[in-house]
């Protein structure tokens, strides 16, 4: 399994960018993938996800600026960030697994599978 992140750069406040999750290996429409973002001396932390079903969730700090798709024609994942803040500047990283429960959805520690994370920077 491997999941290729990209899509990353410098942005300015307010700005765009769109961050793209190529799967191999496995079947993104079987999978609930997810988007994390780790800034320096942070934790990682969660920032969307797309189960199986195609719901979506949101972290509160991104609801309403981000949106999280699949094509699963392409096996990718997309994460579409509008209105981007200074905050946002974090290394985003790409996961999935097949067993994600409601409960457990927002937790690094219960995906397998990762991908090599890409480096999105806001300037204010």
């Known amino acids: 399994v491997q999941l290729q992140a990209s899509g990353g750069g410098l942005a300015q406040a307010g700005g765009s960018l769109r961050l793209s999750c190529a799967a191999s290996g496995l079947t993104a429409r079987a999978y609930h993938m997810a988007w994390f973002r780790q800034a320096p001396g942070k934790e990682r932390e969660f920032v969307a996800a797309?189960?199986?079903?195609?719901?979506?969730y949101y972290s509160d700090s991104v609801k309403g600026r981000f949106t999280c798709s699949r094509d699963n024609a392409k096996n990718t994942v997309y994460l579409q960030m509008n209105s981007l803040k200074p905050e946002d500047t974090a290394v985003y990283y790409c996961?999935?697994?097949?067993?994600?429960?409601?409960?457990?959805?927002?937790?690094?520690?219960?995906?397998?599978?990762w991908g090599q994370g890409t480096q999105v920077t806001v300037s204010s």
């Open positions: 797309i189960r199986h079903t195609g719901q979506t």
């Open positions: 996961a999935a697994d097949r067993g994600i429960i409601l409960t457990t959805l927002r937790d690094a520690r219960a995906y397998d599978y």
